[in-house]
C-alpha cells in the first residue's frame, strides 16, 4: 500500500484495474469498498485516481447585495455548467504568469481548452463541450477540485 496525502491507496489494485480496463476495451471501471472507491478511467491519455466520499464544503458567506448572479450552488443544476472528470488540481494557464484559457464573457468554441487538471502526473485538457460564452469560473488555479465539481458556465 502507498500513502498519497494522507490516503491510502491500494497501487496493485489500481495497476490490475487499469490492465482489465485495456484488455477488455472499456473505457471506465470503478470498485466500491465501503466509503472507499477506486475509479480508473480512460479519457484519451489513461488517468488513474483514487477518492474518498466528498464532505459537504463550507458554507460561504452571501454578498451584502444579492446580485443577478446566482449562488455556486446554483451552477451545479445550470445546463452550461462544466463539472470535473476527474480529481486532481486545476489550472487556469497553460504554466504560471501566462494568460488564462478563458475569461469570463469571453466567446469559446466547442472543443476549446478552458483548463487543465493535473492528476496523478498527468495533465489533462478540460474542453468545452459546446461554443457559447464564458459566464463564470468557479474556481482559481491551482485550486484541488473534486469529481464532479462545477469549473466554469459557458450559455
Known sequence: MAVAKGLE??????????????????????????????????????????????????????????????????????????????????YLSPEPGAAPYVTEGQTVAAGETLLIIEAMKVMNPISAPRAGVVKKVLIRSEQPVEYDEPLVVIE
Open 9 to 90: 491507496v491500494d497501487t496493485a489494485l489500481v495497476r490490475e484495474l487499469a490492465e482489465l480496463l485495456d484488455a477488455s476495451k472499456l473505457t471506465e471501471i470503478e470498485v466500491k469498498d465501503g466509503d472507499r472507491v477506486i475509479r480508473v478511467v480512460r479519457a484519451g491519455v489513461p488517468v488513474a485516481q483514487s477518492y474518498a466520499p466528498s464532505y459537504a464544503p463550507a458554507p460561504v458567506a452571501a454578498a451584502p447585495a444579492a446580485a443577478a448572479a446566482p449562488a455556486i450552488d446554483d451552477w451545479k443544476t445550470h445546463p452550461g455548467t462544466v463539472k470535473s472528470p476527474i480529481v486532481g488540481t486545476a
